[in-house]
């Protein structure tokens, strides 16, 4: 089994890129983020001719997740984080399929930092790291894939100090991340490439994706059963590269 996470950064502009990529990929399972969509924007039609059905939280201008199946429609359990009933912004999407619980997530960037933005930020992550504790003690196979706008370590951006001030490095970020690792999920990526320099994010100005300027922000955090399963993981690099794509590349885990 295939699962695979991408910032897809408007689904409908980007919609060509995206079904190609499914047709070369052919993930079983995939989680979107940055739809950019209203609910009845959303290309179902499209996803249904490629073979995929879908479940989703659409959002205009902003945010917006998704989760597709090949073959299967999934089964929506969870359309919103919870803790807190006001914060109204689409960022998350629970969904069973094929006997996994599948969650995409669209973290908050919060900048600028310090103020608001990063304490809505750090606040979600808590909320976060306290749905995944409860989820991670059922036992049950899970994955939560999507884009946690956090650069994990310092390996996992390139050499600069542009964004010494930026929220995504900042070590209050960090701590939340290492927090969710403390509870016994497993990072897929750097399971299987420890040493490795992993991007999964090129920002389109100064020439960055040329310059293999990046930042691992797309993480597949495994439960303790997935983690057993974990037979490859990787990031399909060449999708940034093409015409009028995404800023961020798919990021995949193939499972036994």
Not at 102 to 110: H, I
Request: glycine share 6%; with cysteine.
């Amino acid at each position: 089994m295939k699962i695979a996470t991408f910032n897809i950064n408007n689904i409908n502009s980007r919609l060509q890129n995206l079904l190609a990529w499914l047709a070369a990929a052919r993930p079983d399972i995939v989680c979107l983020q940055e739809l950019k969509a209203r609910q009845t924007q959303f290309p179902r039609t499209a996803l249904a001719a490629a073979g995929y059905g879908a479940v989703f939280v659409g959002q205009p201008t902003w945010n917006g997740v998704a989760i597709l199946a090949r073959g299967s429609e999934p089964v929506l359990t969870r359309e919103a984080l919870p803790g807190d009933e006001s914060d109204q912004q689409a960022r998350y999407i629970e969904a069973a399929v094929n006997g996994i619980v599948v969650a995409s997530l669209y973290a908050p960037n919060g900048n600028p930092q310090p103020g608001p933005k990063f304490a809505y930020k750090l606040a979600w992550h808590e909320r976060l790291n306290a749905h995944a504790a409860e989820l991670f003690d059922t036992g049950l196979p899970v994955v939560l894939a999507g884009d946690y706008n956090i650069v994990p370590e310092p390996r996992d951006i390139y050499p600069t100090r542009s964004y010494d001030d930026n929220a995504l490095v900042q070590p209050e970020s960090r701590e939340t991340f290492a927090a969710l690792l403390d509870q016994g999920w497993t990072d897929a990526l750097r399971k299987k490439h420890p040493k490795e320099t992993l991007y999964t994010f090129w920002d389109y100005r100064r020439n960055r994706w040329p310059r293999d300027a990046g930042l691992r922000l797309d993480h597949m955090l495994l439960s303790k059963k997935l983690a057993r399963r974990l037979a490859g993981a990787g990031i399909d690099r060449d999708v940034r590269g093409e015409t009028g794509a995404s800023d961020h590349a798919p990021v995949w885990v193939e499972l036994r």
